[in-house]
C-alpha cells in the first residue's frame, strides 16, 4: 500500500492518481503545444508593440469568467493585440504567451476591475505601453504591482508579480514591451499564479491614488475598435 494526498490506495489506484493530477495541471496550458506560431522571438526589438503576441486563448481545464468570443480551440475571435485607450497604445495582453483566466466584470458578486493572465510557473510581464512607473510596491491583495503612468489621464497596473525586474525603478520612465516583472502569486491570500492586469483612466491625484481611477475593459475597448 502506498499513501498517497492522505489516502491509502494500491500501486495501480496511485499510478492513476497520479496521471490525473498531472493532466489536470496540463490542461491548465495557455494552448495546444502544436499551434504556439506566435511566439515572441529574442530577436525582436524591445520598446515596441512587437513584443506582444498576435494571439490569446482562453485557458483550459478552468471556468473563466466573463471570457470573450472564441473558437473551439478556446482561440478569442478577432484578437487584436494593441489597444487605444484615450489616444494611448495599450497591450491588451502585457504577459506574451500566457492565457485568459478570468475576464473583466462581476465575479462572485464582486466587481473584477481587470482581466486575469496566467502560464505554468509564471513568465514575463511586459509594460503594456510607455509611460512612467507611478507605484513600484506591496500591497496585501495585490502583492508585488506596478502602476504605469502613459499619460493623458491612463494608467495600468500589474499586480501579484513574483518580482521587479531589476531595471525599473519608481518615476522612471519604461518602454512599451520591457519587462517590468515576473509572473507571480504574491497576495496575502494563497492565489494561482497569474498577472492581474488593470487599465484605468481618471485623476490619479486623489487621496485614494490609483484605487481611485475607472477601470477599463481592455477586452471590450478591443472589440470597440
Ligand atoms: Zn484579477
Do not use: W
Amino acid at each position: 500500500m502506498i499513501l498517497l494526498f492522505g489516502k491509502r490506495v494500491g500501486p495501480v489506484a496511485a499510478a492513476l492518481l497520479l496521471l490525473t493530477a498531472c493532466s489536470t495541471t496540463s490542461d491548465y496550458s495557455p494552448e495546444p503545444s502544436s499551434r504556439r506560431p506566435e511566439r515572441p522571438s529574442t530577436n525582436r526589438p524591445q520598446g515596441s508593440d512587437a513584443a506582444f503576441t498576435e494571439t490569446l486563448y482562453i485557458c483550459g481545464g478552468i471556468t473563466v469568467s466573463n471570457a470573450p468570443p472564441a473558437d473551439t480551440s478556446r482561440k478569442v475571435e478577432n484578437f487584436d493585440p494593441i489597444i487605444r485607450v484615450g489616444g494611448v497604445p495599450l497591450a491588451v495582453n502585457p504577459a506574451p504567451r500566457s492565457c485568459l483566466s478570468s475576464g473583466f466584470g462581476t465575479r462572485n458578486e464582486r466587481l473584477h476591475k481587470g482581466v486575469d493572465y496566467h502560464y505554468p510557473n509564471g513568465t514575463a510581464v511586459l509594460a503594456a505601453g510607455s509611460g512612467t512607473i507611478m507605484e513600484m510596491t506591496y500591497r496585501g491583495d495585490y502583492g508585488n504591482m506596478v502602476v504605469i503612468n502613459h499619460g493623458g489621464g491612463v494608467y495600468t497596473r500589474y499586480a501579484h508579480l513574483a518580482g521587479f525586474d531589476y531595471n525599473i525603478e519608481a518615476g522612471e520612465e519604461v518602454a512599451m514591451g520591457q519587462q517590468i516583472g515576473l509572473m507571480g502569486n504574491t497576495s496575502d491570500h494563497p492565489i494561482p499564479i497569474h498577472l492581474h492586469y488593470e487599465i484605468l483612466t481618471g485623476n490619479y491625484d486623489t487621496p485614494k491614488k490609483s484605487f481611485g481611477l475607472t477601470p477599463v475593459n481592455p477586452l471590450s475597448a478591443m472589440m470597440l475598435q
